[in-house]
């Protein structure tokens, strides 16, 4: 059974720094193809970057030079640097790990506000 989960939101100043994780178990991480989405409220669900195996990262425009997403095959952990972070940020943030179909975890409020 695939799980993910995430972890590393929280409310954060405009201009500030998280780290999101996304811990993944059930399935060979080394080999998943992984993504980070967001909602925000009233929107639908958008990619932010994506990341094949041992292949390099695929961001949105609006996110791009601002995020970063690694990985550590040895964790089986996913994660997304944010910085430079605006109140347009502002969502939830989920994780996904394609494997036999598509795995989403449970989400992370990320809240950029004064």
């Known amino acids: 059974q695939v799980q993910l989960v995430e972890s590393g939101g929280g409310l954060v100043q405009p201009g500030g720094s998280l780290r999101l994780s996304c811990a993944a178990s059930?399935?060979?991480?080394?080999?998943?193809?992984m993504g980070w989405y967001r909602q925000a409220p009233g929107k639908q669900r958008e990619s932010v970057a994506s990341?094949?195996?041992?292949?390099?990262?695929n961001y949105a425009d609006s996110v791009k030079g601002r995020f970063t997403m690694s990985r550590d095959n040895a964790k089986n952990t996913v994660y997304l640097q944010m910085n430079s972070l605006k109140p347009e940020d502002t969502a939830v943030y989920y994780c996904?790990?394609?494997?036999?179909?598509?795995?989403w975890g449970q989400g992370t409020q990320v809240t950029v506000s004064l």
């Open positions: 990341m094949a195996r041992g292949g390099t990262p």
């Open positions: 059930g399935l060979i991480f080394r080999y998943a193809y």
């Open positions: 996904k790990a394609l494997w036999d179909r598509d795995y």
